[in-house]
């Protein structure tokens, strides 16, 4: 997916999200390898209100492989508070 689509992907119908999302897109996902690029795009297809709760860490994500891209991106978002 190009970052473009990847920019529209990352606004959605919740605020708070945007700017979690946004931000680590433009400034950590060049640096993401292959695996971690495919994860965040999958990231992109949940539901808002599961991204919202794990964001806020009110919950975590079954499948292992979002659970990983979940903590990554928390881990930027506690950096730049």
Known sequence: MDINRL????R???LEL???LL???E???EALDEVN??????LLACQDPELFDWF???SVPE???LLHIVALVNKYSRRIK
């Open 7 to 10: 920019k529209w992907a990352t």
């Open 12 to 14: 959605r119908g919740m």
């Open 18 to 20: 945007d700017l979690i």
């Open 23 to 25: 931000p680590f897109l």
């Open 27 to 29: 400034n950590r996902y």
């Open 37 to 42: 690029k495919v994860r965040f795009q999958q």
């Open 56 to 58: 806020m860490e009110k």
């Open 63 to 65: 499948d292992p492989e």
